[in-house]
């Protein structure tokens, strides 16, 4: 079974530029995580989807970052303009959601793009 | 607020050591706990807890969940270097539909 897809891996940029990361879930997961972590510190969500519907951004600085699932398959996140604090690794997460319709916890992370601002 | 809180942050001890590593959470509506291990750049899953007192076991690491006192231990027992990783602690809030909330990590250096 393949696991999360993300691209690029590695991304350089100057302040004030714009940047758009990829990651697109394993098949069948209908619930999608983006997560930044800072140097030294545990992930830290950004936005939750399910499907193509956002379920949590309550701690995505909507002025700069926005994010999308438009087929409720893969997503981007894209950052403009790109600030020296927005340096960090940017991972996405995908989980299984029950037959139930209750949600698992386990989430499954892709590669992580790492972001840097200069 | 809801916090995860990891002890210690960093730890270096030899190959065949055993290592303890402590969680303690403050999660409103606390729905399971699971441990990550994250070697450069992706958590790789460990565990996830849901009761308390019961053991989960996988080869030399073994975790336990205490929801009484509000916390959870990892144990790896005859360390290797390839055991050198971020270990990451997180907690599943009921009402949050599947959200994580990570603790900051204990990095853990296996020395040859």
């Known amino acids: 079974e393949a696991g999360v897809a993300q691209s690029p891996r590695y991304k350089i940029i100057e302040k004030r530029q714009s940047v758009a990361f990829w990651c697109n879930p394993i098949s069948g997961h209908a619930t999608l995580y983006w997560y930044q972590q800072i140097l030294g510190q545990g992930p830290k969500l950004l936005i939750q989807?399910?499907?193509?519907?956002?379920?949590?951004d309550s701690q995505l600085p909507k002025d700069r970052f926005s994010a999308e699932r438009l087929k409720g398959v893969d997503s981007t996140l894209k950052i403009q303009p790109a600030k020296l604090e927005d340096s960090a690794v940017y991972l996405c997460?995908?989980?299984?959601?029950?037959?139930?319709?209750?949600?698992?916890?386990?989430?499954?992370f892709g590669p992580g793009t790492r972001l840097t601002v200069l | 607020e809801d916090k995860v809180v990891q002890s210690p942050l960093s730890l270096v001890v030899h190959e065949g050591d055993t290592v303890t590593l402590n969680c303690s959470y403050e999660v409103t509506n606390f729905r399971s706990l699971l441990w990550y291990k994250q070697e450069k750049k992706a958590p790789t899953f460990l565990f996830m807890l849901t009761s308390s007192g019961i053991e989960k076991k996988s080869g030399r690491l073994s975790s336990i969940l205490d929801k009484k006192e509000l916390f959870s231990i990892l144990n790896i027992t005859a360390t290797q270097t390839g055991d050198s990783a971020i270990y990451l602690c997180?907690?599943?809030?009921?009402?949050?539909?599947?959200?994580?909330?990570f603790g900051q990590g204990t990095e853990l250096s296996v020395k040859p």
């Open positions: 997460a995908s989980s299984l959601v029950a037959s139930s319709g209750g949600l698992t916890d386990t989430q499954y």
């Open positions: 997180a907690v599943g809030d009921y009402n949050q539909g599947g959200k994580l909330i």
């Open positions: 989807f399910q499907n193509n519907g956002v379920v949590d």
